[in-house]
């Protein structure tokens, strides 16, 4: 790649593809002193070509609804993939790189979901596929794994993955709202989806996990073994108890390795407020790595948005363009192993639980009881009277216990004529 103007193919021209458009525009100068050559898109590539859209790009440039366009225009150095999804964009990368063209993307379902496929591809053709938006948008997290502390073995990454999960719970925390109305507004301002499910459900949170877990372990982690929880149930009750106890509650998601084996999920956690992540509002993300050399690091920013997300596209660009030899994972022949997991029932944390229960004398003690008979201690408990209801909250705080005791627990609880179902149940960070 050594001729003066770089070719891009752009497919998508959405929030992201906007927003590089944007910066190629506005930076265009300071990229040509960086790299010593012009990056220039030659094609964009999206669903209905006939769209009225707020951004123009520059004169010139050609818009088509033929992948082909790009695939099989020679000129072209470097696809950018900006559709989302796994079957169109899924198609064209694999085109693409077929086709010996470097690939960015910003696209993390597609690489939890078939990563190793594509990887091995770009490997056997000895092209770029680089993903730095995939994870935390415009925050740099992949090359940070990939180059900057790749020498360190990684212990554990805990992170706030989802800006829209965080936006809910910080709205729920801040103003005191039910899930439903904080949901509302986070749709109104634009931070979630109409179809919100992958957001608040826990999977592009998944989605962005498995990618970490295979940057800082060289492991393919698969998603269906991931224990994924999202935020949907979760009562303004309890972040409001939670924050009694000096807690705030986080969508996190978390990888720990341990003597071999990797403990990973996404799950609603109580974030002690002196922890870095409980300080993390709104719509931002942030991601805490503990490597064996460097010790710990937070990476934090915004997770998502057309200037930042095109930021972390625009920089795969400018290092592919640097580049002569693709090493995609950071891994020697990008050689991505099974991981070794271990089961999420078998690891342990601290607990809180709320239960809802008769208020009758001894229901604490047979409670207790239950808990004891499994090896969970408990370290809290606060009852609040309620005069109005059958039902009276009883929460607990536990030390450690194995997450498989505690399903046990609350599923016998559950069964207990004096205790109304439905258990709430979240980790505390430690
Ligand atoms: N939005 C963010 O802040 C953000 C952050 C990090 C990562 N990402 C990732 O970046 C990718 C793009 O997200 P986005 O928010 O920019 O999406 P978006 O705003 O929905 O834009 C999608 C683009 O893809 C085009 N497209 C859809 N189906 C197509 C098809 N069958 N053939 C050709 N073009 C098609 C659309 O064309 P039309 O314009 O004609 O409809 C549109 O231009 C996704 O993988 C997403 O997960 C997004």
């Known amino acids: 790649m050594d001729k003066n103007v770089i070719h891009l193919g752009v497919a998508g021209f959405g929030t992201v593809g906007t927003g590089l458009l944007k910066l190629l525009s506005a930076n265009k100068d300071w990229i040509y002193r960086r790299l010593g050559k012009k990056v220039e898109v030659k094609t964009i590539l999206v669903k209905d070509i006939y769209k009225k859209r ?35 964009a899924r198609e064209l990368i694999k085109k693409a790189i077929l086709a010996k063209k470097h690939v960015v993307t910003a696209n993390k379902a597609i690489l939890a979901e078939n990563g190793r496929e594509l990887f091995e591809l770009a490997s056997i053709q000895n092209t770029a596929l680089y993903f730095e938006a995939s994870v935390g948008g415009g925050i740099p997290i992949i090359q940070t794994l990939k180059e900057n502390i790749s020498g360190n073995k990684i212990k554990s990454l805990t992170g706030i993955l989802n800006g829209t999960a965080n936006f809910i719970l910080t709205k729920m925390s801040q ?64 972040i409001q108890m939670a ?55 937070m990476l934090y920013g915004q997770g998502a948005g057309d200037l930042p997300t095109g930021s972390a596209v625009l920089s795969d660009i400018m290092a592919i363009v640097r580049t002569t030899t693709y090493n995609n994972t950071g891994f020697s022949n990008d050689l991505i192993e099974e991981a070794k997991i271990l089961e999420d029932r078998y690891t342990s944390y601290c607990h ?79």
Do not use: C, W
């Open 54 to 88: 707020e951004f123009l790009p520059p004169k010139g440039i050609k818009f088509t609804d033929n992948m082909h366009d790009i695939i099989d225009d020679p000129e072209i150095d470097i696809v950018v993939e900006l559709i989302g999804g796994t079957t169109i």
């Open 175 to 238: 103003e005191k709202l039910t899930f439903e109305n904080a949901l509302k507004i986070a749709q109104e301002k634009g931070f979630a989806e109409a179809d919100p499910t992958l957001d608040i459900e826990g999977i592009d949170a998944a989605h962005k996990l498995i990618i970490l877990i295979m940057l800082a372990y060289g492991q393919n982690y698969p998603i269906n073994k991931l224990t994924i929880e999202g935020i949907s149930s979760i009562d303004p009750y309890d």
């Open 243 to 297: 924050k009694e106890f000096g807690y705030n509650i986080k969508l996190i998601g978390q990888v720990k390795e341990r003597s071999g084996y990797l403990q990973a999920g996404i799950f609603p956690a109580l974030v002690p407020n002196k922890h870095m992540l409980a300080k993390i509002d709104g719509p931002f993300n942030a991601i805490l790595l503990e490597g064996n050399g460097v010790g710990p690091i």
């Open 352 to 430: 809180y639980f709320r239960f809802q229960v008769e208020d009758r004398p001894g229901v604490l003690a047979i409670l207790a009881g239950i808990m004891g008979e499994r090896n969970i201690s408990i370290a809290q408990v606060v009852q609040r009277q309620n005069s109005q209801n059958k039902y009276v909250p009883v929460v607990f705080l536990t030390h450690k216990a194995q997450l498989k005791n505690v399903k046990d627990a609350i599923e016998e609880i559950d069964k207990l004529s004096f205790v109304h179902p439905g258990t709430k149940h979240y980790r505390i960070l430690t």
